[in-house]
């Protein structure tokens, strides 16, 4: 049998994954939720087509989402991630003794549902006590939240689809009111690689500009992501992302990690010369 | 069908101009086809448009249906010329649309008007009461019709069957501009259509809330009306090259809604209680609807309409539209300077509604101030000195617009969005209305209808009327 999954990663590039079997499928309120199983990547989840994790490389994207900002932030207690269904991030943030409070607002809990059942591996610490998983629309919970986080993560899928609300200016607004005067802001960031992508990419890095006065952007290495090239996006009223990075503090944790160390920290930050001018030109615009 | 096309349009199915198919696609062009006997003729239709007429008029509830392919414009302006002719006089509120009074232009028909209640608090023009539209019959029982907005841009409804049955008493035709109101005749619980109650003639906007491509439009005819009089009048003004896209999408427009109507507004219906409920949390904002009703000036309220008076954030509506669209890449419907109209839709979906929410909540957040400073849209009771037609036509003088106050305009000024006039021709300006004219300005609304396109000047009949 020769069972593939592929993604078009752009109109004339696909990338492919030989499948073993598929575990799930089904559709939700909002989108086509697949789990397959493969030789490479074990399992894998996809929504509407598109690669959301693979337990082979999920790590690399989770330990960069949560740990740069536990690093840099000295005092976190109350967390809110949006999206993030596959608690993955969950997982990372319930290593932290300090954190008091995660909220987790996800649209669609037949997501939740589905990688408790087939993804444990990412799903292991959503039943935490100090989680509460809110089902609805992010833009609209935070809409009413002010000056109660210390993170907020945004585990967002692409800018189209449900999440397309998560990459407006309006939500990241709504964000910073939501966070205390030290808060930090990390988000998912799309590719800077293909050109559809880098243009989400800038609009995205525009609208959190214009909403906190500092916005850096980091990177790593997703073998399974569209180039493998993925971006995320720190951003602040108070912190900087390397000048307040206390390594020893984060060191002391003991927390080990596949990826993140924070050596690596203060190199993601030091992104490819064509990514800087990507982001330059619109910090620059109007 | 593979017909040698020997006939206009000269694009011959897209081919003579390959840029325009790239950009509209091969089955749009191929579409955009000539009248020819197999597909009728809009002027004289006898086959397939003829049985689309038919259809619609079903599904509305008429005794006749007209495709319009000019606009709502032109089914109101037909509703008009088959109505009045020089001289004839029509009540009529004066929150009209500007087609209203091109019509009596064209027509030569003199306009009663009726001071449309306006809500202090909001700032907006409201329904006619009956009993207002009774003492205008009354005075004027030569007139020849009552014209009703069912309903206004706002979503405010008169009352529409009582307004009806007084003009048939009075040997009165009573016709209804129904640009905002094609779902009343799907969706339930929504207040009463012209064709339900009685009036004998409306003017449907299908390419509003009907889905239907812009500029295509309806004449609803009642049993009273004579179909082929009313024929001959559209064919005075619409286009003999009727486009079948717009035709079309008429037709499979009317399809959508007769099988879907009901469903598709009761979730318009939901998501716009949620967006009031949602907006009205915020703070400042009013979305107001049907608590607002009061049995006369606001006898029904269309809830689809998702009106919100922004006083109280401190900015005028105009204000708050700017900055949906230049902050937050939202396109509202207008703002006026108390208020903004989001239109929401049969293509609407909850994700877009949270945007818009979200949005408000930060032009309040980041933009908001206190009240003060903020004038209220009035209603200015319009003197009219000559019948819009003579002022149009009669010889005139362009004068810097400060010193026009006491003159009679014989041109429109109107503020568009909503499109209502502030000036028409043949009224007299007054003090106040050059300081409304100042202010909207001022505010950034777009000011059309002058001669001068900076409406720093104005042109009014020449010596004194």
Known sequence: ?286 | MRVVPFDVPGHKRGRGNPELTALLGEKCVSMDVNSMKPLDNLCHPVSVIRQAEELAAEAFGAAHAFLMVGGTTSAVQSMVLATAKRGDKIILPRNVHRSVMGAMVLCGAIPVYVNPECDDRLGIPLGMTAAAVERAIVQNPDAKAVLVNNPTYYGICSDLRTIVSLAHSHGMLCLADEAHGTHFYFGEGLPVSAMAAGADMAAVSMHKSGGSLTQSSLLLTGPAMQEGHVRQIINLTQTTSGSYLLLSSLDISRRNLALRGREAFRRVVELAEYARSEINAIGGYYAFSRELVNGASIYDFDVTKLSVNTLDVGLAGIEVYDLLRDEYDIQIEFGDLGNILAYLSIGDRPREIERLVSALSEVRRRFGKSRAGLMKQEYIDPEVAVSPQEAFYAQSESLPIEETAGRVCSEFVMCYPPGIPILAPGERITRQILDYIRYAKAKGCSMTGPEDPDILRLNVLKGGV
């Open chain 1, 1 to 286: 049998m020769d069972l593939w999954f592929s993604e078009a990663h752009s109109a004339d590039v696909k990338f492919s994954i030989r499948v073993d079997r598929q575990l799930y499928s089904g559709q939700s309120e909002f989108q086509r939720i697949d789990v397959f199983e493969s030789p490479e990547f074990g399992r894998f989840l996809t929504l509407d087509g598109y690669m959301m994790l693979t337990e082979k490389d999920e790590f690399i994207y989770h330990e960069m989402i949560t740990h740069v900002p536990m690093a840099v932030h000295p005092c976190v207690r109350d967390v809110l991630v949006i999206g993030a269904g596959d608690g993955g991030v969950i997982r990372e943030l319930c290593r932290y003794d300090d954190v008091e409070r995660i909220d987790m607002v996800e649209i669609d809990p037949q997501v939740v549902e589905v990688c408790r059942q087939y993804l444990p591996k990412t799903a292991c610490s959503l039943d935490d006590p100090r989680v509460s998983i809110y089902y609805e629309d992010g833009l609209r919970f935070i809409r009413s939240r002010e000056d109660c986080y210390d993170l907020i993560i945004v585990d967002s899928t692409d800018p189209f689809g449900p999440g397309e609300g998560l990459f407006t200016r309006e939500f990241y607004g709504n964000c910073s009111k939501a966070l205390r005067d030290d808060g930090i802001m990390v988000n998912q960031h799309e590719s800077p690689f293909y050109d559809a992508d880098a243009v989400a990419c800038q609009r995205a890095h525009k609208r959190i500009v214009e909403s906190f006065p500092i916005s850096k952007v980091y990177q790593a290495h997703i073998p399974t992501y569209p180039s493998g090239h993925w971006l995320f996006g720190f951003a602040s009223k108070k912190y900087h992302p390397l000048r307040d990075l206390n390594e020893k503090r984060w060191n002391d944790r003991r927390l080990h990690c596949w990826y993140y160390t924070t050596t690596l920290h203060k190199g993601a930050f030091y992104i490819p010369a064509y990514v800087e001018e990507l982001l330059k030109h619109v910090e620059s615009a109007d």
